[in-house]
């Protein structure tokens, strides 16, 4: 077989492993990558605020920790000043349930959070921790989103490190996808 | 002589009773009890002392998924999640079973330890599913003295409208569906992630198959948890400690890798100390890497719940990376594996101790996951390749190894271990694709998972199983034909190539018995127990670990004969909470077989003994705690057939597709 042949046959086949690594899912529990826009089309609604835990409860098997989210401002959909949303697993009467990869927020820490609302009511952050952002204020005082923990340790799928906007990008550049990905609405 | 045969058999105690009370191996959720060294892990693991037969029960819930592609059924799915549980009860030198408990129904109050199967409709979108654990605060001890905490519960979560799931995982027969579910059941009986191409590492590096769903750190895993007896007098153990700068380092993998199988490994203690134990007798080399950096979305370094302190605190890895290196003896070790002058010999019963790594820190690994792809002759893309042994040039398509710009990562090399095979030609892809080419020829190897090694001036990446050396091409099937046997039963003829000796054939999950292998290479089985007009897609495995799938992504179906529906009588309609209660099972257009299971969907019912009569009748010995409330019913399950409904009454099958 010759090389041009070779990277021809590759070319198509690449196609194919393109489409399994676009959305080869990521370690944890499984996961599948979602891109920014994925999330912001997906989520039920996008709030800026800060979270405080507040009580742990079943909910048929899985146990949840409930957190109350003060919103200081709605990307998108409709939120109240503040929204009931929760995490997978946590610790309530001597019980603790673990799922690895479950996020845990932090009190007082600004957050961007893409959440989905399940048809029952239960609103979590998209992709376990794929849709939560910690908002920091950079030198020129401008507000930046990163992915939530430490940014610089961060790679995308394909091992290469990440410091593109889909992670790390202004507030008001995220208002601006926002309304650019869903059209001119929110 | 005799003095000398008691201090031999001195030795051996003391070696096996290290290997008991060892704090390492493998990973699993830890926890300590002191805030300084020596540590010695307490576990999460289910109590055999609670369990009856040492089996712990699974239940998967009577909510049919939606969404699912087209000719898949809510009877695959649960198939395919019995064959998933089956995985880990190959395991002989474990002594859990998983026990199919039948269906249940949301809200069913449940007491004694077991593993619930949901459909729920409350995972967001980018979660295939979840898995995991439920422990009391408290403690256990197992048959070795060692303190553990005990599992009372896991779950395991799936989606309720399968449409949710990627195109290419939402068969229920596909090799990612399937994987995925081996590995979230190493979840829920206490594996954490693993970084050796196992079925409890992260799916960017998993290179489990579904023929060969579990490598040796799996199988180590499960049977150090839950140890046959025996086992820890089989296999060997490797310790030492990883320092940098004179100070241990917390959370380093170590692994032990042989030129021919697959590695083992294990994490190290907040001081640096580590033990891999489980380790099959033989020759390895041994390497210290780092934990990767988190992936975006991750919620640590691979997903890895860190171990807990003794007031509840996680103890998080210690440093930021450091220069992956093989052991040779020397502190400073190397990333040259060529440059080991011996590998390390591990003997049953003994460890090998002083293993020890001095690491040089760094700000970021050279790479921090390399992904390996090859693709079939139909262009089906397949991780951790299968590459035919005497191919002159073959190709895999890496990522991770490129710079942003595209180009080769300055001074990259690439190598195998034992150099089983050697590289001819690098080419990175056009951009956008951020991958590589890598083609290979003049293999020596035998078969089996091969070992990567990418290397810069001052780091190296591992990846254990980077692809599989095999003799065979793929298995492929071009048609499924119905037939009679001589006397007048169903088979089905299998046509196709590449079937070996050790094909198996499999109809949504559940393995066909292999009557004879025809003058023209067909193959004639006889389908497991399906209900009437129900279509199962049909599966070729080799055990080489390659699939029918590989070449054809949708499998081919079989449709079973239209048939009446059958119906069953349980007696008695209660079943009291007090000793064992007989039950008994007579049916009308039933097929049971010793293959037949019951189950009450509780873990506070439990069926001690099963004896089939006839293929209309049954004799169930159950036992039922006082907790039991009759609300989940009965589940009788034949192959793909379900019956299911409340006890007492006459129950229907549920032969809906």
Redesign the interface.
């Known amino acids: 077989?010759s090389?041009k042949l070779?990277?021809k046959?590759?070319q198509?086949?690449?196609m194919?492993?393109?489409?399994?690594?676009g959305?080869?899912?990521?370690?944890?529990?499984?996961?599948?990558?979602?891109s920014l826009d994925?999330?912001i089309r997906?989520s039920t609604v996008i709030v800026h605020g800060k979270a405080q835990q507040t009580v742990t409860g079943f909910?048929?098997?899985?146990?949840y920790t409930h957190y109350q989210v003060q919103v200081s401002e709605t990307l998108k959909g409709a939120a109240g000043s503040q929204l009931d949303m929760v995490v997978?697993?946590g610790a309530a009467n001597?019980?603790?349930?673990?799922?690895?990869?479950?996020?845990?927020l932090l009190p007082g820490q600004d957050y961007v959070l893409f959440l989905?609302t399940?048809?029952?009511g239960?609103t979590?952050?998209?992709?376990?921790?794929?849709?939560l952002f910690v908002v920091t204020t950079n030198a020129a005082g401008q507000q930046i989103i990163i992915?939530?923990?430490?940014a610089e340790?961060?790679?995308?799928?394909?091992?290469?490190?990440?410091t593109d906007s889909?992670?790390q990008m202004s507030l008001s550049d995220l208002r601006a996808r926002i309304q650019k990905t869903l059209g001119g609405g929110k | 002589m005799k003095r000398r045969a008691l201090v031999r058999a001195a030795a051996a105690v003391l070696s096996l009773s290290c290997l008991a009370a060892s704090a390492s191996a493998y990973y699993f959720y830890v926890s300590f009890n002191t805030r300084s060294g020596p540590y010695n892990a307490i576990v999460k693991k289910f109590d055999l002392n609670t369990l009856t037969n040492k089996t712990v029960p699974f239940f998967i819930s009577d909510q049919s998924p939606v969404g699912t592609v087209a000719g898949d059924s809510y009877q695959a799915i649960v198939s395919e999640i019995r064959a998933a549980a089956d995985v880990w009860n190959s395991v002989s030198s474990s002594q859990l079973r998983l026990g199919y408990g039948g269906l249940f129904s949301a809200g069913t109050p449940e007491t004694a330890p077991g593993i619930d199967v949901v459909f729920s409709d409350d995972i967001p979108p980018g979660i295939v599913a979840l898995g995991g654990p439920s422990t009391w605060n408290g403690f256990g001890f197992d048959a070795n003295g060692n303190t553990f905490i005990p599992i009372v519960r896991s779950t395991l979560v799936l989606h309720h409208d399968f449409s949710l799931i990627r195109t290419e995982q939402r068969a229920s027969y596909s090799e990612l569906f399937f994987v995925t579910l081996v590995h979230e059941f190493g979840h829920t009986l206490g594996l954490q992630h693993t970084l050796t191409s196992s079925v409890m590492a992260t799916q960017v590096t998993s290179a489990s198959s579904r023929a060969t769903p579990l490598a040796t750190d799996d199988i180590a895993a499960i049977s150090l948890l839950y140890p046959a007896d025996g086992y820890l007098g089989s296999v060997g153990s490797i310790s030492g400690r990883v320092t940098m700068n004179g100070n241990g380092v917390n959370l380093a993998s170590v692994v032990a890798i042989p030129t021919a199988g697959s590695a083992i490994s294990t994490l190290t203690n907040p001081d640096g100390t580590y033990q891999i134990n489980g380790v099959p007798p033989g020759y390895y080399y041994v390497y210290a890497h780092p934990l990767p950096p988190m992936l975006s979305g991750e919620s640590s370094p691979d997903n890895i719940v860190p171990p807990k302190d003794s007031n509840g605190n996680p103890i998080q890895a210690n440093y930021t990376a450091f220069a992956t290196q093989f052991y040779n003896g020397q502190g400073g070790g190397t990333r040259d594996w060529q440059q080991v002058q011996q590998p390390l010999f591990v003997s049953a019963a003994n460890v090998t101790a002083g293993i020890n790594f001095n690491v040089s820190a760094r700000t970021a690994p050279a790479f921090p996951y390399v992904r390996t792809y090859g693709y079939t002759s139909t262009n089906v893309p397949v991780t951790t390749a299968p590459l035919t042994l005497g191919m002159q040039s073959v190709s895999l398509v890496a990522y991770g190894l490129l710079q942003q710009n595209n180009t080769l990562t300055p001074g990259l090399g690439v190598d195998t271990l034992g150099g089983v095979a050697t590289i001819t030609d690098i080419k990175p892809y056009s951009p956008p694709y951020s991958a590589l080419y890598l083609s290979w020829r003049s293999f020596s190897a035998s078969a089996g998972p091969k070992h990567l090694l990418f290397s810069t001036p001052n780091d190296l990446y591992v990846l254990p199983s980077g692809f599989t050396a095999v003799s065979n091409p793929p298995p492929s099937i071009s048609s499924v034909v119905p037939t009679f046997d001589s006397n007048g039963n169903r088979e089905v003829a299998i046509y196709g190539s590449g079937f070996q000796s050790d094909t198996r054939i499999f109809f949504d999950g559940q393995a066909a018995a292999i009557d004879s292998v025809q003058a023209d290479g067909s193959w004639l089985v006889r389908p497991p127990a399906g209900p009437g007009g129900y279509s199962a897609s049909v599966v070729a495995l080799n055990s080489d670990g390659q699939s029918s799938l590989f070449l054809q992504p949708t499998a081919p179906t079989f449709t079973y004969d239209q048939a009446a529906t059958p119906s069953v009588t349980v007696i008695p309609s209660f079943i009291p909470p007090t000793g064992d209660t007989v039950v008994d099972i007579t049916g009308v257009n039933t097929n049971f077989t010793s293959a037949t299971t019951i189950g009450f969907g509780t873990s506070d019912a439990v069926v001690k003994k099963l004896t089939v009569l006839s293929p209309t009748h049954i004799s169930a010995v159950v036992a039922a705690s006082n907790a039991w409330v009759p609300t989940s019913g009965i589940s009788l399950t034949t192959g793909l057939r379900i019956i299911s409904q409340a006890v007492g009454n006459q129950i229907t099958a549920t032969d809906s597709q």
């Open positions: 077989m090389c070779t990277v046959a590759m198509k086949v690449f194919l492993v393109l489409l399994g690594v959305l080869t899912p990521l370690p944890a529990s499984t996961l599948q990558q979602l994925d999330m997906l909910r048929g098997s899985i146990l997978p697993g001597q019980l603790q349930q673990i799922f690895a990869g479950a996020p845990s989905w399940s048809k029952s239960l979590q952050v998209i992709g376990l921790s794929q849709g992915r939530a923990a430490a340790r961060m790679v995308n799928a394909a091992g290469q490190p990440v889909d992670i």
